[in-house]
């Protein structure tokens, strides 16, 4: 059985509770957030912290990042998105474009895709050779490793819900017009091959997650449950930090 075959799916909330806990939860990261930015304390920085949001099309990356960020100060904080890499960024290694958008000491930044594709659409798709994608695993752990030993707290999520959810999202973004622009060709294409990702999803949590920045798989069946769950792992994340003011 596999990692996400072990995702406890029928987590719920009710409107109201989630409206409790998330304003709980959104006031504790904002506290902590005020505090490694130098805002609060003593004005010391504390250490960068990077949230990376990785999930299947449809899973709720961009609701949980916006409540992840909600009550936080646009200035001490930025949200990066990461398609296919263009032309120019082809020609790079393909971590290469990713160290500018990281944070520095008392930054946050966060990541809505990152360089997971590598081992995972890139794969899939055959993007990148056998060969690439198999060093990534083994790249991205070195990677994640320099960044963490240099004092970056890093958290990773993986947004799962199942093939069945997954289309009812799927049939009401094709019928809202406010949300029909996030349905893709693309997204229907990708669901095809629904196994084949499973995989690949698989192979990189068992084969990506470490000490330095262990993955959190979050049941988003509901979205409300995932959303609360988002929030109270990051201000885990920076509570459990060395270093941290």
């Known amino acids: 059985m596999g990692r996400l075959d072990r995702v406890d799916t029928t987590a719920r909330l009710s409107r109201s509770d989630e409206a409790t806990q998330l304003e709980e939860a959104q006031l504790r990261l904002l506290h902590l957030r005020l505090a490694l930015g130098g805002q609060i304390g003593d004005g010391t920085l504390g250490p960068p912290l990077c949230v990376v949001f990785e999930g299947w099309d449809a899973s709720g990356k961009g609701g949980a990042i916006k409540r ?22 082809m020609r790079h290694h393909f971590l290469w474009r990713f160290w500018p958008k990281l944070p520095g000491w008392g930054g946050m930044a966060v990541f809505d895709r990152s360089w997971y594709g590598r081992v995972l659409v890139e794969r899939v798709e055959k993007f990148a050779t ?19 030993a240099e004092g970056m707290i890093l958290v990773k999520f ?12 799927f049939e009401r973004r094709r019928h809202d017009p406010l949300k029909a622009w996030k349905l893709t060709d693309e997204d229907w294409r990708n669901r095809e091959k629904r196994k084949q990702y499973a995989q690949a999803v698989e192979d990189m949590l068992q084969r990506t997650d470490h000490p330095a920045a262990p993955w959190h798989v979050i049941a988003a069946e509901d979205k409300r449950w995932a959303r609360v769950e988002v929030v109270r792992k990051v201000c885990e994340a920076i509570e459990a930090a060395p270093g941290r003011t």
């Open 68 to 89: 992840l960020v909600d009550h936080l100060d646009p200035r001490h904080v930025r949200v990066s998105q990461f398609a296919a890499p263009t032309h120019d960024e």
């Open 130 to 148: 056998k060969e690439q994608w198999r060093r990534a695993y083994d790249e991205i752990v070195s990677f994640e490793t320099t960044l963490a």
């Open 158 to 169: 993986w947004m799962h819900v199942t093939p069945e959810e997954q289309a009812r999202r």
